[in-house]
């Protein structure tokens, strides 16, 4: 595998379910990031780990969870969502937190019924 | 904060003829700006990037962006559109000072055969 990968690439679930999304980075870099992208708005930053510390939430509701157990996985875990939580949520790293470029994952679709 | 705008929403050129998608960025100081493009269900792939030096910048797929400082803008231009460029273009502006990449709302571009 190569790049940033993310599993699963969709996922449908109820407002009662727990699920995890997975993001996975082979490059080496040691900052990974959390966007959320829904229909006709601007990528939405969530969460920014560096060196598997979180340094920063832009105010996001505390039914996602972020983990980031080492610089090279980031999970995002799910509960309690509602519908207008579907979206293509994105995964991306860099070499180190700050302005360098990102490269990104092909993302999860999620659909909240 | 920085922040960028594409004007643009959506653009349709002719297979083969020339294009131009804009991009006005607001940040006080040089920015680092960028170019991805996401085709339907994929990730965001970087076209290229401007940090400094040359205001000209060659990206992957024959793109090209000049960096503008009197207009705040990083224009993206291609000589010659193929089918395969259709997909939407996110223009984005990173500061050193922080961590947060700003995207623009993105430029859907349909190529007519």
């Known amino acids: 595998e190569t790049g940033v990968t993310q599993t699963p690439r969709h996922l449908v679930m109820g407002m009662t379910n727990k699920k995890s999304l997975k993001c996975e980075q082979h490059l080496g870099h040691n900052a990974m990031y959390w966007y959320k992208q829904s229909a006709k708005k601007p990528l939405e930053l969530m969460f920014v780990?560096?060196?598997?510390?979180?340094?920063e939430n832009n105010s996001v509701p505390s039914r996602f969870s972020p983990e980031c157990p080492n610089s090279s996985h980031l999970f995002l875990h799910l509960h309690t969502l509602q519908p207008e939580d579907s979206a293509l949520y994105l995964c991306?790293?860099?070499?180190?937190?700050?302005?360098?470029?990102?490269?990104f994952g092909p993302g999860t679709r999620l659909t909240v019924t | 904060a920085q922040s960028v705008t594409q004007p643009d929403i959506h653009i349709t050129v002719s297979e083969g003829a020339s294009l131009e998608l804009r991009c006005n960025y607001s940040y006080g100081a040089t920015p680092y700006l960028f170019w991805y493009v996401q085709s339907p269900g994929q990730g965001l792939q970087l076209l290229l990037k401007y940090f400094s030096g040359d205001t000209l910048v060659q990206g992957i797929k024959g793109f090209e962006a000049e960096f503008k400082r009197s207009q705040s803008s990083f224009n993206l231009r291609k000589p010659s559109v193929h089918w395969s460029d259709a997909a939407e273009y996110f223009c984005?502006?990173?500061?050193?000072?922080?961590?947060?990449?700003?995207f623009g709302a993105g430029t859907r571009l349909t190529v007519k055969p």
């Open positions: 780990y560096s060196l598997e510390e979180r340094v």
């Open positions: 984005a502006v990173g500061a050193d000072n922080n961590n947060d990449m700003r």
């Open positions: 991306a790293s860099s070499v180190i937190q700050g302005a360098g470029e990102q490269y």
